[in-house]
């Protein structure tokens, strides 16, 4: 009898070698599928990491530019502050020559404008003569005049229309028109 003859023969080792290797083919493509997955996980995490990098780039530029800029805001913040440091200073030189102006502008008290007043001249500045006239003095303005003499500002330009009101002169005459008008 033959010992190897198929009806006897209870070796189970060829079907064991084929299942085992139809199990790891399945278990092959499985791992393949899963790399392949693993595969596209890594390249979106490549083009994430790509997008991160870039981003950081970015952000260390605008850094850098912040820093410029900033060191650009010192300088100009400093050099503003130099500059109203002198236009502080031409302002007190300014006041101090508006106040030395306005000291030798005052009117000398009236005593002593009689006093000085060479007799014939005519009328000292700030009367009224007897012809109707107003001789003008420092500090009048159309509007001063016509107050203080009780007419109105209308009629005091209408009697004088060649006068300027913005170039009055001390010792200027002026018309006074009368308070009936």
Do not use: C, H, W
Request: net charge positive; no cysteine.
């Amino acid at each position: 009898m033959d010992t190897i003859s198929r009806e006897n023969n209870s070796n189970y080792l060829p079907i064991a070698g084929v299942l085992v290797g139809v199990i790891a083919l399945i278990v092959g493509s499985i791992a393949l599928v899963k790399a392949s997955s693993a595969s596209k996980a890594i390249a979106a995490d490549s083009d994430e990491i790509a997008k991160i990098d870039t981003i950081e780039s970015t952000a260390n530029s605008a850094a850098q530019t912040a820093q410029t800029a900033n060191g650009s805001i010192s300088k100009l913040n400093d050099s503003l502050r130099g500059d109203f440091d002198q236009i502080t200073t031409k302002f007190g030189s300014i006041d101090a020559t508006i106040a030395k102006l306005q000291e030798s502008a005052k009117p000398a008290p009236k005593a002593a404008k009689s006093k000085s007043a060479p007799a014939g001249e005519g009328p000292a500045p700030g009367t009224v003569s007897s012809d109707g006239t107003y001789t003008v003095k420092s500090g009048d303005s159309l509007a001063k005049i016509a107050r203080a003499n009780g007419v109105s500002l209308a009629d005091l330009k209408a009697a004088n229309p060649e006068v300027d009101p913005k170039r009055l002169k001390v010792g200027q005459k002026i018309n006074l028109p009368t308070k009936s008008q």
